[in-house]
């Protein structure tokens, strides 16, 4: 059984800081791997994806993979009050998603 | 970008009746679409792939003879919940895959709020 473990949070962080979302997942073979944020009542919509080890920035977010560590963070810069939301991994297997829980962020003004 | 439109929103529907949820895609052509449902403070549980123009595959657990899936053309799926219960009660979601500038993405649908009554 494929996982992906997220720390459930809530992740509370003043508003203009850094907020930094792990992830790790169990199958090694993975190569590709999704950040979705998810407002209450939403769907989850897309920040970034990545494929590669290393960073990869757009924005306020930068994803960072270490395929070694089986590990995939998401780092928010300059967090506001909007950023509140669940935040979802999603790594590829096979032609689907599997999804962590979420990590509840709470950006406070 | 892609587009992924889930009709309707939200839809209260009698014990024992059906409800079919559509999930089209806008500007891109889909083969494969998924449905999710996810539970309250729960996370998104993949209850099918849909392969347009074949059987959809189910995952572990889900009844395909209640989750009625058709996936008749390359931008529209449906999931069509047959006899239906309280516990059948969930917030699903439709999603697609598309490739765009090299790399691709899973798109989502709005999502349909079913309760069940």
């Known amino acids: 059984q494929k996982e992906v473990e997220q720390n459930s949070g809530p992740l509370s962080v003043p508003e203009g800081a850094i907020a930094s979302l792990n992830c790790t997942y169990s199958d090694r073979g993975s190569q590709s791997f999704f950040w979705y944020r998810q407002y209450s009542g939403k769907s989850p919509e897309l920040i970034m994806s990545i494929y590669s080890n290393g960073d990869k920035e757009d924005g306020r977010f930068t994803a960072q993979l270490n395929k070694a560590s089986q590990y995939v963070s998401l780092l928010i810069r300059d967090s506001q009050p909007s950023d509140s939301a669940t935040y979802l991994c999603?790594?590829?297997?096979?032609?689907?998603?599997?999804f962590g829980a979420g990590t509840i962020l709470r950006v406070k003004s | 970008g892609a587009v992924v439109s889930q009709h309707p929103s939200w839809v209260i529907c009698k014990s024992g009746t059906s409800v079919k949820i559509e999930c089209r895609s806008l500007d891109f052509q889909a083969t494969t679409m998924f449905w999710y449902r996810q539970f309250p403070k729960q996370s998104l549980m993949l209850m099918a792939t849909s392969n347009e123009g074949s059987k959809a595959t189910y995952e572990q657990g889900v009844e395909k003879d209640k989750f009625l899936i058709n996936h008749a053309s390359l931008t529209l799926s449906t999931l069509t919940v047959t006899s239906a219960h309280p516990e059948d009660s969930s917030f699903y979601i439709c999603?697609?895959?598309?490739?765009?500038?090299?790399?691709?993405?899973?798109?989502f649908g709005s999502g349909t709020r079913l309760t069940v009554v």
């Open positions: 999603a790594v590829k297997g096979g032609n689907k998603l599997v």
């Open positions: 999603s697609a895959r598309e490739t765009y500038r090299g790399s691709y993405g899973y798109t």
